[in-house]
């Protein structure tokens, strides 16, 4: 018999999430954990490096109504950096940035600009998987060791994956503080609404030709499995070269679209990514909304742009007649720019911002899901358009 893969997590216990609403919100499957050689749990964190953490968790804050949570610095005892805890419903950020010229967050700075150094990830057990991970020829940076303070302790290990990036997996079942031992609560509620709860999906942008390399580290190293969305060369090459493939923990509560260049006449979005982060990396986080309207309006309305879709993306007939009814007109949509896209089980409601550092790589996706397990597939053509035309205006097609 299966079960429903796993518990909440205390994350999405505490954003007061059901598993009908997460099943909902993120297309959770059913899924027996005993057969899994890598058990996952969900998300643990996003750790990102920036160049001014102080100013990216306020931007947080006000644009994207994530509430301050926790933090580490020279005033609790690390010396090199801050570390600020951000969390809106069960997704949570830490935003890192150097304080001494010498931490290592300048040089992943220097390297790469605002971006994701960690894709944390909770698990029961630390040491079942990094014995299984490492039996498969994983890289371990980091074996498992606990950390306690005052509120419990926490096992910890870290591997290996894309360019510098690592997945740190987190047993946080004895802890109860705000983060991680070392940190201390900071209280710096929302300046804004929230808009979204969950973390869908994690994007990489792997090297030119190593897609299937990337797939089989996961399949192997991890034990998820393929998901059916595929972007073959057959319709990428046309629009930006890319080829694509997702892989999922047992739940899909864990999703990783990857991502490489294909040859093409244009330098595509994700040669593009790789030149301006100097490598492989993520590229975009998929946060997942109830309301993917409100949330447009309020990030807008906040300042953050969004990638325009044309007109003809909404007045195209076939388009009207393959995504059907939904739960708004389409108007609404068009008005908005949101995608919408829909398969044998449903559909779901997209938008991508533009990049959100300085540089042309990391960005945000919102999603709104409606059965659909998908990740937008049929949006691909409007999407990739809608990208290049932005690639065109910095010079880089
Ligand atoms: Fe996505």
């Not at 070392?182 to 994007?203: C, I, M, S």
């Not at 972007?231 to 739940?251: E, P, Q, R, W």
């Not at 993306?313 to 108007?331: K, T």
Request: glycine share 8%; charged share 25%.
């Amino acid at each position: 018999m299966t079960e429903l893969a796993t518990r909440l997590t205390d994350a999405e216990r505490l954003a007061e999430l059901d598993l009908d609403q997460l099943r909902q919100l993120v297309g959770l499957v059913d899924h027996d954990p005993s057969q899994d050689p890598f058990p996952v749990s969900g998300w643990d964190a996003v750790v990102w490096a920036v160049g001014n953490a102080v100013q990216t968790t306020h931007f947080f804050r006000s644009a994207f109504g994530m509430d301050l949570v926790a933090y580490a610095g020279p005033e609790t005892g690390l010396r090199d950096r801050h570390s600020f805890v951000l969390e809106a419903g069960a997704v949570r950020f830490v935003i890192e940035g150097a304080v001494a010229p010498d931490s290592p967050v300048v040089d992943h700075h220097a390297r790469h600009g605002d971006g994701i150094t960690d894709i944390a990830l909770e698990v029961p057990d630390v040491d079942k998987c990094v014995a299984h991970a490492e039996a498969q020829g994983a890289t371990v940076l980091a074996a498992p060791y606990e950390i306690s303070d005052e509120h419990g302790t926490v096992r910890l290990a870290a591997i290996a994956t894309y360019g510098d990036t690592r997945h740190t997996l987190v047993d946080r079942s004895r802890y109860h503080g705000p983060y991680l031992p070392g940190y201390v609560t900071r209280e710096g509620k929302a300046l804004g609404p929230r808009t979204f709860q969950a973390l869908d999906h994690v994007v990489g942008n792997v090297e030119l030709g190593r897609m299937d390399e990337w797939v089989d580290f996961y399949r192997r190293v991890m034990g998820f499995t393929n998901m059916a969305e595929f972007i073959g060369d057959d319709i990428a090459t046309d629009y930006s070269a890319l080829m694509s493939k997702v892989v999922a923990s047992g739940n899909h509560r864990v999703k990783f679209p990857l991502n490489e260049p294909a040859i093409a006449k244009k330098k595509s979005q994700i040669d593009e990514y790789l030149e301006f982060y100097g490598g492989p990396g993520a590229q975009h986080l998929a946060l997942a909304t109830t309301d993917i309207l409100a949330a447009v309006d309020h990030l807008r309305a906040a300042g953050i742009e969004f990638l325009n879709t044309p007109d003809s993306y909404y007045e195209d007939p076939e388009l009207r007649a393959r995504i059907g009814e939904v739960r708004v007109p389409v108007e609404e949509l068009q008005k908005r720019g949101i995608l919408v896209d829909r398969d044998e089980d449903g559909y779901l409601l997209q938008i991508f911002t533009k990049p959100v550092g300085d540089r042309p790589t990391v960005f945000f996706e919102l999603i709104e899901r409606h059965g659909s397990l998908g990740f937008g597939k049929g949006n691909f053509k409007a999407l990739f358009e809608a990208i290049e035309r932005e690639q065109e205006r910095r010079g880089n097609l």
